[in-house]
C-alpha cells in the first residue's frame, strides 16, 4: 500500500515522466505483445487489380448515404501496392504482433469457384515480410467483406455460405499456414450478423430479424466448419474467434429489469458464446428480445444512420 496516488512501479525512476516509454512499458508483463491491428477492405484498396472481385461493402459503400462522406475502399490506405513501405512503419513502431485480415474475394472471388493465385501471392509476401522483420502475424479470415457473388444465393442468410467460407479456410491454411502464429475465423460476428442483417447499418444493409436469425445460424456453422478446417489443414496453429463481448447491467433489481437482462444477455453474448462453449443456442423467448430489437434499432438508427468504411 501507499500514500502517493501517482507512485511509478518500482522498475521506474521516479525522475522519468509518466509518457516515458521505459515507465509505460513497465507496466506490463514482460512477455506481453504489443501490436497493431488492420481489415483488408478498410486498408488494401487495388479492389480492382490482380483479380480481386466486389465484396458487400464495396456494393454498400457506393451506396448513396450508406457511408460517412460516401467514402469506399478503392484506394483506402493503398496497402496492397504499398506493402513493403507499411511493413517497416510497423517494424518502426518497435511492435512485434501484426493482426490483419485476408480479404476472401482475392482468394475465391466469387466466392465459390476458381482460387486467385495473384491474390495468395499478395499475402505470401506480407508474411515472408512479417517474419523478416521479426513480427508475428495474426490472420483474421473474416472481417466483414463477403464475396458479393455470394449474395446471388442469400450471402450469409444462405446455408451453402458455410461451406463456401469451409473451402476458403482450407485454400487459405494451405498456403499461408506454415508461417501463420494464430489465425481467427470471424471479426466480431455481432456486426456482422445484427448491424449488418437486422439493424441494416452494415453490408449488406438488411432489416429483417428473419434474416438476421438465418446469418446468426448459418454464421456460426461456418466458424465451427472453419475451425474443423484450419485443424485438419494446419493442425499446430492456434485457431480462435474474435468476440466483441457486451456488459449488460439490469436498470433496477426489479423481476422485470433482471428478466430483460437475460435476454439482452442473450442478444448480445450468449447466441455467439454458447455455439462455442456448450455447443448449442440457449432456448429464449424471441418475441420479448424482437420488440426490444426494435427499439433498440430506432435508437441505432436515430444516432447514425451512416456507417464508417468497412467498420471496426
Not at 487495388?46 to 448513396?64: L, N, Q
Not at 428478466?259 to 456448450?278: C, I, L, M, T, Y
Amino acid at each position: 500500500m501507499t500514500d502517493k496516488p501517482n507512485a511509478l512501479p518500482k522498475t521506474a525512476s521516479a525522475k522519468t515522466s509518466p509518457q516515458d516509454p521505459a515507465a509505460l512499458a513497465a507496466r506490463f508483463p514482460k512477455d506481453f505483445l504489443f501490436g497493431v491491428a488492420t481489415a483488408s477492405y478498410q486498408i488494401e484498396g487495388a479492389t480492382r487489380v490482380d483479380g480481386r472481385r466486389p465484396s458487400i461493402w464495396d456494393a454498400f459503400s457506393k451506396m448513396p448515404g450508406r457511408v460517412h462522406n460516401g467514402d469506399t475502399g478503392d484506394v483506402a490506405c493503398d496497402h496492397y501496392n504499398r506493402l513493403e513501405e507499411d511493413l517497416d512503419l510497423i517494424q518502426s513502431l518497435g511492435v512485434k504482433g501484426y493482426r490483419f485480415s485476408i480479404a476472401w474475394p482475392r482468394i475465391v472471388p466469387e466466392g465459390t469457384g476458381r482460387i486467385n493465385e495473384k491474390g495468395l501471392d499478395f499475402y505470401d509476401r506480407m508474411l515472408d515480410g512479417l517474419k523478416a522483420r521479426g513480427i508475428k502475424a495474426y490472420a483474421t479470415l473474416y472481417h466483414w467483406d463477403l464475396p458479393l457473388a455470394l449474395m446471388g444465393d442469400g450471402g450469409w442468410a444462405a446455408r451453402s455460405t458455410a461451406y463456401a467460407f469451409q473451402r476458403y479456410a482450407k485454400v487459405v491454411m494451405a498456403r499461408l499456414g506454415d508461417r501463420l502464429d494464430a489465425v481467427a475465423t470471424f471479426n466480431e460476428p455481432w456486426c456482422s450478423v445484427w448491424l449488418s442483417h437486422l439493424y441494416g447499418v452494415h453490408a449488406p444493409g438488411e432489416r429483417s430479424m428473419d434474416a438476421a436469425l438465418a446469418a446468426l445460424h448459418v454464421t456460426n456453422l461456418a466458424h465451427g466448419l472453419g475451425v474443423e478446417a484450419i485443424r485438419h489443414v494446419a493442425p499446430k496453429v492456434p485457431v480462435g474467434l474474435v468476440l466483441n463481448a457486451h456488459s449488460v447491467i439490469p436498470a433496477s433489481e426489479s423481476s422485470e429489469d433482471k428478466a430483460a437482462a437475460e435476454r439482452a444477455f442473450s442478444f448480445h453474448n450468449g447466441v455467439f458464446f454458447d455455439p462455442v462453449f456448450k455447443g448449442a443456442i440457449l432456448k429464449i423467448s424471441w418475441r420479448p428480445m424482437a420488440t426490444a430489437c426494435r427499439r433498440s434499432r430506432r435508437a441505432i438508427l436515430r444516432s447514425s444512420t451512416r456507417s464508417s468504411t468497412g467498420g471496426g
